[in-house]
């Protein structure tokens, strides 16, 4: 396992063991107790700040911003129940698969 890997996987266990925690004293517990909906929403806000700091800001403020997207990204996996192993078999799933491809695929199969 990579360094990469490891940290993120290492970093998903941490979110799921804060669902029980104190939300006065766990961010990750507050996101939690506020719910899906919450969650989502802050997903959304934190890949927007990701987009215009790549395209408006230096490296570093896109590198602190992607942290915050895929905390987030993390957070709400753990809340609707989805491991990573789930999400790395969709990767490699595609893996060698044409972007294209795909996207006609799920044209095909019309809405999940």
Do not use: C
């Amino acid at each position: 396992m990579s360094v990469d890997e490891k940290i993120l996987l290492e970093l998903f266990e941490v979110i799921k063991s804060r669902k029980d925690a104190d939300p006065e004293s766990s961010y990750t517990a507050r996101l939690y107790a506020k719910g899906v909906n919450k969650i989502a929403q802050k997903l959304g806000e934190e890949a927007v700040e990701t987009a215009i700091a790549a395209v408006a800001e230096g490296n570093e403020r896109l590198v602190r911003e992607s942290a915050d997207l895929l905390y987030h990204l993390l957070v709400l996996w753990a809340a609707k129940g989805v491991s990573a192993s789930e999400v790395w078999v969709e990767l490699d799933r595609r893996f060698g698969t044409s972007g294209v491809a795909v996207k006609e695929a799920r044209k095909k199969a019309g809405p999940h």
